[in-house]
Structure formats: C-alpha cells, structure tokens
C-alpha cells in the first residue's frame, strides 16, 4: 500500500492547511467484497480510534483500488496510526480466512455426512431382492403357495 499523493489537499505545506483530510492510499491488490465491507465498517475506525488515540472522526472507505482514510493527516499516518491501520488490514484478512476455513470445514462435513447417508440407502437397497425364495423359505409376497 502506498499513499496517492496526486490525491492529497493541494492547501498541504501553505498557512491554509487543513488540520484534517482525506489520505487516498492504494492497494496493491483489488479487495473483496467481504474486506471492503469489513473495513468500512464504523466499528473497524471507532477500534482504530480507542487503539490509538487519534481523532474521533476517523473513516474509511474502499473506492475501486483504494482506500480512503478520512479525517486524518500525514502527520497522525506518520505517528502510527499508518502502522495500525496495516495491522488492522492485516487482522481482517486473517478473519476472514479463518471464516472461510471455518465454513468449508462445515460444508465439507455436510458433503460428507450426505455421502455416507447415500451409500447407506444404496447398501440397505442392494440387500433388498424379489427374486423368489429357495425350498423352505417363506414365498415372497404376492407369490402362490
């Protein structure tokens, strides 16, 4: 990940400086679905927040490739909240695998289980015969005595 600074408030470094702004940082790679939602989450800033004593009005927001961090500056970034927002990223991946483990574990299960119910209703099937019985057998249902 790496800081657009094409991106940044061109008022940075002048008297008119705003002490808060919008940081668009890239990803190197696209997010999913289940990450953008993860990160947007106002939940992930307000943790992000107590962690680490930046503003209150910390948010993110995943557009495209990249994500923007709002209500934040260089200077919070440089301070270390960039470290906890990479721990952050980090964590929810983490999360997230260990879901979707969690999930294909389970549905492997259920294949499982299905598998061995169908062969038990193949083994009972194959053990069932309407051929008639031998001397001294009962005869087979509907078969003359």
Excluded: C, W
């Excluded at 709002?70 to 990479?86: E, F, P, Q, V, Y």
């Excluded at 979707?100 to 119910?117: G, K």
């Amino acid at each position: 990940m790496s800081i657009l600074a094409s991106g940044l408030p061109v008022e940075l470094g002048t008297p008119d400086e705003p002490a808060l702004y919008t940081v668009p940082v890239v990803f190197s790679r696209q997010v999913t679905a289940a990450e953008r939602e993860a990160i947007e989450d106002p939940g992930t800033a307000r943790r992000l927040v107590e962690a680490t004593g930046t503003e209150p009005g910390l948010a993110f927001t995943v557009d495209d490739r990249r994500l923007l961090i709002h209500n934040t500056s260089l200077r919070l970034l440089k301070d270390g909240l960039a470290s906890a927002i990479g721990r952050m990223l980090q964590q929810i991946g983490t999360d997230l695998l260990a879901e979707q483990d969690r999930v294909t574990a389970s549905a492997e299960a259920r294949l499982s289980h299905e598998r061995a119910r169908l062969a038990a209703i193949a083994r009972d099937a194959a053990e069932i015969s309407f051929f008639a019985a031998a001397d001294g057998d009962e005869p087979a249902a509907g078969e003359a005595t």
